[in-house]
């Protein structure tokens, strides 16, 4: 497993930008797939996006297409989550995910899915006004 910590969460207005960031320790996260999961109040969590160990491959919620980029850097150990033209509909609590070791069927997955990840953050509160 690998221990991981978002920042960057905040207040932001409809039409606004915010890069989210996930610290990771330990020395298998370049081997890793990340993801990024959003919960709002009353509502389960949802994927948004995730990205493979090079970033050779990324996948995305229809619903942040075109709007939001997940990168990382593994020389930093951390993964990225660029938001642009939020919305109100993307506030919610974010939380960043990792999978170390990769099965097949992950492999092939867009990771989309909560319950293949083993590690998680503690969240960190994104808030979109109109």
């Known amino acids: 497993q690998v221990q991981l910590v978002e920042s960057g969460g905040g207040w932001v207005q409809a039409g606004g930008s915010l890069r989210l960031s996930c610290a990771a320790s330990?020395?298998?996260?370049?081997?890793?797939?990340l993801g990024w999961f959003r919960q709002a109040p009353g509502k389960e969590r949802e994927f948004v996006a995730s990205?493979?160990?090079?970033?050779?491959?990324?996948d995305y919620a229809d619903s942040v297409k075109g709007r939001f980029t997940i990168a990382r850097d593994n020389a930093k150990n951390t993964v990225y989550l660029q938001m642009n033209n939020l919305k109100t509909e993307d506030t919610a609590v974010y939380y960043c995910?990792?999978?170390?070791?990769?099965?097949?069927?992950?492999?092939?997955?867009?990771?989309?899915?909560?319950?293949?990840?083993?590690?998680w953050g503690q969240g960190t509160q994104v808030t979109v006004s109109s």
């Open positions: 330990g020395r298998t996260f370049s081997r890793s797939r």
């Open positions: 990205i493979s160990w090079n970033g050779g491959r990324t």
């Open positions: 995910a990792a999978k170390v070791t990769i099965t097949v069927s992950d492999y092939l997955s867009a990771m989309d899915d909560h319950r293949r990840y083993d590690s």
